[in-house]
Nanobody, 127 residues
Framework: VQLQASGGGLVQSGGSLRLSCKAS????????IGWFRQAPGKEREGVSC????????SSTDTVKGRFTISRDRARNTVYLQMNSLKPEDTAVYYC?????????????????????WGKGALVTVSS
């Protein structure tokens, strides 16, 4: 099981970025994918996730209406489109999966329940 996040970078406040999470060793059709982030000096927090079965999504209130998670089955990749970025969105963003996890707001609040993690992608939003 491998996850590779990419697409991070430096963007001005109000700008947009799209992160990609390429999965290998398993299908994104079969297991949920979650996006999490960790700002300097802060605990890792959940952002958004997409379910394996019906592709339904959940997001935390801090990003709802600004971030959109989606998946491309053909590319076995999950995306996180981030719009209206704010300086407080600055963090290292990680994608994760777990064979026992379910996509929900509560699961996003328990990052330790997700067992497989990719290397992060740094997103920096300047004011």
């Amino acid at each position: 099981v491998q996850l590779q996040a990419s697409g991070g970078g430096l963007v001005q406040s109000g700008g947009s970025l799209r992160l990609s999470c390429k999965a290998s060793g398993f299908s994104v059709d079969n297991y949920p994918i979650g996006w999490f982030r960790q700002a300097p000096g802060k605990e890792r927090e959940g952002v958004s996730c997409v379910s394996s079965n019906d592709g339904s999504t959940s997001s935390t209130d801090t990003v709802k209406g600004r971030f959109t998670i989606s998946r491309d089955r053909a590319r076995n990749t999950v995306y996180l489109q981030m719009n209206s970025l704010k300086p407080e969105d600055t963090a290292v963003y990680y994608c994760a999966t777990d064979f026992e996890a379910r996509c929900s707001v509560s699961s996003l609040q328990n990052y330790y329940a997700w067992g497989y993690w990719g290397k992060g992608a740094l997103v920096t939003v300047s004011s």
